[in-house]
């Protein structure tokens, strides 16, 4: 039984129009025509402007800052597309907001990844395309298919052409153990040895780094992450390969940009050389800095979104 619709469709709302752009001319296609605007008074307003009643519909979304009032966006549409008679809806969400908010930290502390995934099912998404979860269980939160794709095949290829003449001098390190998965399946990528920053979290947003594992003595190190928020464990692990282990030069990279706060002033400060993101959160201008290089990700999630379309499997796009 073929499940999807008669035809494919593209929407988007404000939060990451020019990826979706990416994702249609990818595919060979416009953008649906939709309209999300706010009121005077702060409520959000969706109109579609075309049929979908039977189509196969993808909506591209990243719940980045204003987190509430993009995650609302999608809610939205959703319902506008589920109550327009569209056959399938797949929320894409390059960039899942909230989902750092995974587990009970502490007494009476709510999960609000799980209540985000239980409103996105009810909204109406049928199953959700995103990259690079926080941590990869959130999948488990929903009851419907989550397509999980990984930055690491689109920034290992960077580094490995970057550094391609001085390949043995490269160590691949992650700035928490949280993110030792992730630098081990980049290290492997560039043939290069892994080490680990060991930290000691005070409270949130700020760290104290304690030790180095790993050789990284006179190395040309990469540090992996996920997404960089506010960058105080990204310098901080920066400092002490430099200070503590003797890293001849420092680079970084992350698929998510969320840089909020002092970010961009701690990044422009550090010692690390070059910040290489994934454009799953739009960058805007007062953001941009000669050592941050942005690269996209629209192709990548063009081809999951084919694949979905055409029900083929997802797992040979890692070789799987």
Do not use: W
Request: net charge negative.
């Amino acid at each position: 039984m073929n499940l999807h619709g008669k035809d494919l469709k593209i929407f988007t709302a404000n939060s990451n129009p020019q990826v979706a752009e990416v994702i249609a001319s990818s595919l060979g296609l416009q953008l649906s025509g939709c309209e999300v605007k706010t009121f005077s008074d702060g409520e959000i307003a969706v109109s579609i402007s075309e049929s979908v009643r039977g189509s196969d519909v993808f909506i591209v979304q990243s719940t980045c800052n204003p987190v509430n009032d993009h995650l609302m966006e999608l809610l939205i549409l959703m319902d506008a597309m589920r109550r327009a008679s569209a056959n399938r809806i797949t929320a894409v969400m390059p960039y899942f907001g909230y989902a750092r908010q995974d587990r009970k930290a502490k007494a009476r502390d709510p999960i609000s990844a799980k209540l985000v995934a239980d409103l996105i099912t009810t909204a109406g998404a049928d199953r959700v395309l995103t990259m690079d979860l926080h941590a990869p269980q959130i999948q488990g939160f929903f009851s419907i298919p989550v397509d999980h794709l990984l930055g690491v095949p689109l920034l290992a290829p960077y580094f490995a052409q970057k550094f391609a003449d001085r390949s043995e001098d490269l160590v691949v390190v992650s700035p928490d153990f949280g993110s030792v998965t992730r630098a081990r399946n980049f290290a492997q990528r560039l043939d290069a040895p892994i080490a680990i920053v060991d930290k000691r979290r005070q409270k949130a947003n700020v760290c104290e780094v304690m030790n180095i594992i790993g050789d990284v003595r006179d190395k040309t190190v990469i540090l992996v992450d996920d997404m960089i928020d506010t960058a105080g464990t990204l310098c901080n692990a920066a400092a002490a390969l430099m200070e503590k282990g003797g890293a001849k030069e420092v680079y970084a990279c992350a698929t998510h940009g969320v840089l909020s706060g002092p970010a961009i002033e701690r990044i422009r400060d550090s010692v690390i050389r070059e910040v290489v993101l994934l454009d799953t959160v739009p960058l805007p201008p007062e953001k941009q800095l000669d050592k941050i290089t942005t690269l996209q990700v629209g192709a990548v999630f063009a081809e999951a979104i084919e694949r979905i379309y055409e029900d083929k499997p997802m797992s040979t796009m890692f070789g799987v």
